[in-house]
């Protein structure tokens, strides 16, 4: 049976139902969370000289 597709939000809540959120739990928790937040990180890293020549780009008037 494959699994649904989820956002990053549902599966963090989904991983809180699991689990429970319990102080035992806390490392599962925030593993998780490390864990989907590290490809948005990745990202910015390559792309951040990108991503400040377009907001510059964009701020000049005229």
Same mark, same amino acid.
Do not use: C
């Given at each position: 049976? +494959? $699994? +649904? $597709?989820?956002?990053?939000? !549902?599966?963090?809540?989904?991983? &809180? /139902? $699991? =689990? /429970? @959120?319990? +102080?035992?739990? *806390?490392? &599962? @928790?925030?593993?998780?969370?490390?864990? $989907?937040?590290?490809?948005?990180?990745? %990202? =910015?890293?390559?792309?951040?000289? *990108? %991503?400040?020549?377009? !907001?510059?780009? /964009?701020a000049v008037k /005229?």
């Open positions: 049976m +494959p $699994l +649904p $597709l989820l956002t990053a939000t !549902i599966a963090v809540n989904t991983l &809180k /139902g $699991l =689990f /429970g @959120f319990s +102080p035992a739990d *806390y490392g &599962k @928790f925030n593993s998780a969370l490390v864990v $989907l937040g590290m490809p948005a990180a990745i %990202i =910015f890293l390559f792309a951040r000289n *990108y %991503i400040t020549s377009g !907001i510059t780009a /964009g /005229g």
